[in-house]
């Protein structure tokens, strides 16, 4: 079954095509008119030819040698019919050997390039397969060549004849040591696919002295089916002799593979499966996995190393238990001990949510009937868990004890969407006795956005609270939900000043909505920059108090030299405007950073920050014609603020209107400074854009007579373009001057 899978897979999509074309017995054009279009120039007459030369199967043979030559064509469609055509034609177009080969080979000319290499390599193999027996000696000629794509697809074709191409096993052995993986990959399915002939060779592999060749004689030997009888006993063999990491990873692979009695397979797999090796244990638990037959017993035989004295194997094998999904529940009792005895450890954790549900009521039951020390940890792995652990965390927020209830609603509320469906028994927690769970379930609410009009009441009433952690919790949740003005600066800086990053990270957030109000804690939010977790958000609202923000300037030009917030930085310094001027040498030096959208912002920042109009000026108008869009549109609204000054950019701006992406800016920055060249004016009517048209035909009739040479043409565009009546009709007015009065 493995072989006629990995046969379905080689020929795929080709195969089908060709069966129907085979059959197809529809009377079509006359072939000599069909071989005709087949040369023509025209692209659509010969894709036309083709389909029906396609259509025709086999009583297409008169066009062989056009067919032939459409080979070469550029076109991928009039390509893929040929080949396909050639296929079905089987071994009475052995004329095409040749050229069928050339087109495997690496360099292709330019056009043929820009076919996809693994369709060609798919078609023309299976195309050299169907013609037959004719085309061994020449594919066994191309596996001695050096080109990659040669090698590669004369084995794949190989492979399609099955055990008809036993003559090429030597020289197919001989590539499985080939440096280049396609060539490797296509070897070993080759190999497989000629079979039970191929054993022979690939087991006397496994002791040659190339490693690679070793590895590839025992991924070939994988592939047999039905497996080589003595397949098994090689690889045992080899894997007691062999300490090659990769080599011993392909042999650890196949070992399932090859009949080997399930017992003895995973006496050699399961060591790896612990070992100190990472690649070996990967391969070894893969090929654990593959072989469903050997899960209950691997499973079985890793259960007792949770026990094992040494740390780092009881993590490993829970790591190993937690691959197996549901079919390790068996295993779940010692896991928990394991786990217990690791105080709850990531690799258990993990193990717990690969295996899934079946988990979840051993994990409540000892949260409820537990020491309480394992609490932390089974909440931890629970949150791991997503949505199906909320039921189990919902249960949890009864639970006699209060510290578990408070942590079971902290571990919702850290769960993001995922906990959203325990929203109400939240609301519900949110009344408990005990003021460390109210507080707990109130961060959760905030964090899942519950509903803000059951939510401001609560928050309201622990604002008023005697608790302190109660009010913490309070304040943080009325800033989060908007009520910054509420709290005052004031109420938003002692969250700043307390200890819990959620309230802090609220009350910086809470500052930015006051906007320039909160002006007096610039202070002490320019001394909590160093807080990594709130940096970002600072910096944010910094930028948006605004002018008021420039005491902080040297400490973001500080931060501005890191580039992880460099564009932050910038943005924030366009904000506070002319007041960043100590910030300038940043700014400028910006100007060539290699990321673009830094480039960008201190273009802007520029045009903000810098109050001598010649030096921006200088630095800005250069660059209007940057290789970068996004530089290009920012340079462009950096450049509308300076009016005429700025006229020296409008060649590089005009230039902008022409592309789509940039119009909008360019043409913005155009109206602001002003165009009085006619020729350029002129340039823009013939774009196809009635903005710009517009700006055009107004930019003329303000030049008056001097743009009468403009005047004919405007007449021309007036009949073809009805919508720009208005515009031209008042240019042509400013420039030709009122009509003289009729006598």
């Given at each position: 079954?493995?072989?006629?899978?990995?046969?379905?897979?080689?020929?795929?999509?080709?195969?089908?095509?060709?069966?129907?074309?085979?059959?197809?017995?529809?009377?079509?054009?006359?072939?000599?008119?069909?071989?005709?279009?087949?040369?023509?120039?025209?692209?659509?007459?010969?894709?036309?030819?083709?389909?029906?030369?396609?259509?025709?199967?086999?009583?297409?043979?008169?066009?062989?040698?056009?067919?032939?030559?459409?080979?070469?064509?550029?076109?991928?469609?009039?390509?893929?019919?040929?080949?396909?055509?050639?296929?079905?034609?089987?071994?009475?177009?052995?004329?095409?050997?040749?050229?069928?080969?050339?087109?495997?080979?690496?360099?292709?000319?330019?056009?043929?390039?820009?076919?996809?290499?693994?369709?060609?390599?798919?078609?023309?193999?299976?195309?050299?397969?169907?013609?037959?027996?004719?085309?061994?000696?020449?594919?066994?000629?191309?596996?001695?060549?050096?080109?990659?794509?040669?090698?590669?697809?004369?084995?794949?074709?190989?492979?399609?004849?099955?055990?008809?191409?036993?003559?090429?096993?030597?020289?197919?052995?001989?590539?499985?040591?080939?440096?280049?993986?396609?060539?490797?990959?296509?070897?070993?399915?080759?190999?497989?696919?000629?079979?039970?002939?191929?054993?022979?060779?690939?087991?006397?592999?496994?002791?040659?002295?190339?490693?690679?060749?070793?590895?590839?004689?025992?991924?070939?030997?994988?592939?047999?089916?039905?497996?080589?009888?003595?397949?098994?006993?090689?690889?045992?063999?080899?894997?007691?002799?062999?300490?090659?990491?990769?080599?011993?990873?392909?042999?650890?692979?196949?070992?399932?593979?090859?009949?080997?009695?399930?017992?003895?397979?995973?006496?050699?797999?399961?060591?790896?499966?612990?070992?100190?090796?990472?690649?070996?244990?990967?391969?070894?638990?893969?090929?654990?996995?593959?072989?469903?037959?050997?899960?209950?017993?691997?499973?079985?035989?890793?259960?007792?190393?949770?026990?094992?004295?040494?740390?780092?194997?009881?993590?490993?094998a829970a790591r190993a238990l937690g691959r197996f999904g549901p079919d390790a529940t068996p295993a779940l009792r010692a896991l928990m001990d394991?786990?217990?005895?690791?105080?709850?450890?990531?690799?258990?954790?993990?193990?717990?949510?690969?295996?899934?549900?079946?988990?979840?009521?051993?994990?409540?039951?000892?949260?409820?009937?537990?020491?309480?020390?394992?609490?932390?940890?089974?909440?931890?792995?629970?949150?791991?868990?997503?949505?199906?652990?909320?039921?189990?965390?919902?249960?949890?927020?009864?639970?006699?004890?209060?510290?578990?209830?408070?942590?079971?609603?902290?571990?919702?509320?850290?769960?993001?969407?995922?906990?959203?469906?325990?929203?109400?028994?939240?609301?519900?927690?949110?009344?408990?006795?005990?003021?460390?769970?109210?507080?707990?379930?109130?961060?959760?609410?905030?964090?899942?956005?519950?509903?803000?009009?059951?939510?401001?009441?609560?928050?309201?009433?622990?604002l008023a609270s005697s608790n302190v952690d109660l009010r913490k919790v309070g304040a943080a949740g009325t800033a989060a939900l908007g009520g910054?003005?509420?709290?005052?600066?004031?109420?938003?800086?002692?969250?700043?000043?307390?200890?819990?990053?959620?309230?802090?990270?609220?009350?910086?957030?809470?500052?930015?909505?006051?906007?320039?109000?909160?002006?007096?804690?610039?202070?002490?939010?320019?001394?909590?920059?160093?807080?990594?977790?709130?940096?970002?958000?600072?910096?944010?609202?910094?930028?948006?108090?605004?002018?008021?923000?420039?005491?902080?300037?040297?400490?973001?030009?500080?931060?501005?030299?890191?580039?992880?917030?460099?564009?932050?930085?910038?943005?924030?310094?366009?904000?506070?405007?002319?007041?960043?001027?100590?910030a300038l040498p940043l700014i400028y030096a910006c100007l060539t950073d290699p990321a673009n959208e830094i480039r960008a912002s201190a273009a802007?920042?520029?045009?903000?920050?810098?109050?001598?109009?010649?030096?921006?000026?200088?630095?800005?108008?250069?660059?209007?014609?940057?290789?970068?869009?996004?530089?290009?549109?920012?340079?462009?609204?950096?450049?509308?603020?300076?009016?005429?000054?700025?006229?020296?950019?409008?060649?590089?701006?005009?230039?902008?209107?022409?592309?789509?992406?940039?119009?909008?800016?360019?043409?913005?920055?155009?109206?602001?400074?002003?165009?009085?060249?006619?020729?350029?004016?002129?340039?823009?009517?013939?774009?196809?854009?009635?903005?710009?048209?517009?700006?055009?035909?107004?930019?003329?009739?303000?030049?008056?007579?001097?743009?009468?040479?403009?005047?004919?043409?405007?007449?021309?565009?007036?009949?073809?373009?009805?919508?720009?009546?208005?515009?031209?009709?008042?240019?042509?007015?400013?420039?030709?001057?009122?009509?003289?009065?009729?006598?």
């Amino acid at each position: 079954m493995r072989r006629d899978l990995l046969r379905a897979l080689a020929v795929g999509v080709i195969a089908g095509v060709c069966a129907v074309a085979a059959c197809a017995e529809e009377a079509g054009p006359a072939v000599d008119k069909l071989i005709l279009q087949l040369g023509a120039p025209e692209i659509p007459v010969r894709r036309e030819a083709a389909f029906q030369l396609n259509r025709l199967g086999t009583a297409a043979k008169p066009a062989l040698a056009a067919l032939i030559k459409a080979l070469d064509d550029d076109d991928k469609q009039v390509w893929s019919l040929a080949i396909s055509v050639i296929a079905v034609l089987g071994p009475e177009a052995r004329e095409a050997i040749p050229v069928l080969l050339k087109s495997l080979e690496t360099r292709q000319p330019a056009g043929r390039r820009a076919r996809d290499a693994r369709q060609t390599l798919m078609r023309a193999s299976y195309a050299l397969a169907r013609i037959g027996p004719a085309s061994i000696p020449p594919l066994i000629e191309a596996l001695r060549q050096e080109d990659a794509g040669l090698r590669a697809g004369a084995a794949r074709a190989l492979g399609l004849l099955g055990a008809e191409a036993r003559e090429a096993i030597p020289l197919l052995v001989n590539n499985l040591a080939d440096a280049r993986e396609p060539v490797r990959d296509e070897t070993v399915m080759a190999l497989g696919l000629i079979g039970p002939e191929a054993g022979p060779a690939l087991v006397a592999a496994l002791a040659d002295g190339d490693a690679r060749r070793r590895a590839g004689a025992a991924q070939a030997l994988a592939q047999i089916a039905p497996p080589f009888r003595d397949a098994g006993a090689a690889i045992e063999q080899a894997l007691g002799q062999e300490s090659d990491a990769t080599v011993r990873s392909a042999l650890l692979t196949a070992l399932p593979k090859l009949g080997v009695e399930p017992a003895r397979s995973l006496a050699a797999l399961l060591p790896a499966v612990v070992g100190d090796d990472e690649a070996l244990r990967h391969a070894a638990l893969n090929a654990v996995l593959a072989e469903r037959g050997l899960r209950a017993v691997a499973v079985a035989k890793l259960t007792p190393m949770l026990k094992d004295p040494n740390p780092v194997v009881r993590e490993r094998a829970a790591r190993a238990l937690g691959r197996f999904g549901p079919d390790a529940t068996p295993a779940l009792r010692a896991l928990m001990d394991a786990a217990r005895a690791a105080n709850g450890a990531p690799a258990f954790a993990d193990a717990f949510a690969q295996i899934g549900p079946p988990v979840l009521p051993i994990l409540l039951q000892s949260l409820q009937s537990g020491p309480p020390e394992d609490s932390p940890w089974i909440l931890r792995a629970l949150r791991g868990f997503g949505p199906p652990a909320v039921p189990v965390l919902s249960e949890a927020l009864k639970h006699e004890r209060p510290a578990i209830r408070a942590a079971a609603a902290s571990t919702l509320g850290a769960m993001g969407r995922d906990g959203a469906d325990a929203v109400n028994p939240l609301f519900v927690l949110a009344g408990d006795p005990h003021p460390e769970v109210q507080a707990a379930a109130l961060r959760s609410l905030v964090a899942l956005r519950g509903d803000a009009g059951r939510l401001k009441p609560l928050l309201q009433t622990a604002l008023a609270s005697s608790n302190v952690d109660l009010r913490k919790v309070g304040a943080a949740g009325t800033a989060a939900l908007g009520g910054a003005a509420q709290l005052g600066v004031s109420g938003l800086l002692d969250l700043l000043a307390d200890n819990d990053t959620v309230g802090q990270a609220a009350g910086v957030q809470a500052l930015g909505q006051l906007g320039a109000q909160a002006a007096p804690a610039v202070g002490p939010l320019t001394a909590h920059l160093d807080d990594l977790l709130l940096q970002f958000s600072i910096v944010e609202t910094l930028g948006k108090i605004g002018p008021g923000a420039a005491p902080a300037v040297p400490r973001l030009v500080e931060l501005g030299k890191s580039a992880d917030q460099r564009g932050a930085v910038l943005l924030t310094l366009i904000k506070i405007g002319v007041g960043a001027a100590p910030a300038l040498p940043l700014i400028y030096a910006c100007l060539t950073d290699p990321a673009n959208e830094i480039r960008a912002s201190a273009a802007l920042a520029i045009a903000a920050v810098e109050s001598d109009r010649s030096k921006a000026l200088a630095a800005l108008i250069p660059l209007a014609g940057d290789p970068s869009s996004r530089m290009r549109r920012a340079v462009a609204t950096a450049l509308s603020q300076y009016g005429a000054d700025a006229r020296p950019a409008a060649p590089a701006l005009l230039r902008m209107l022409a592309d789509e992406k940039d119009r909008s800016e360019g043409l913005h920055a155009l109206k602001a400074i002003g165009v009085d060249s006619v020729p350029d004016l002129q340039k823009l009517l013939v774009i196809k854009d009635a903005k710009v048209r517009t700006f055009a035909c107004e930019s003329l009739g303000a030049l008056g007579s001097a743009a009468k040479e403009v005047a004919p043409q405007l007449r021309e565009l007036l009949a073809q373009d009805a919508a720009l009546r208005g515009p031209i009709t008042a240019a042509l007015a400013k420039i030709e001057g009122p009509a003289p009065a009729t006598p």
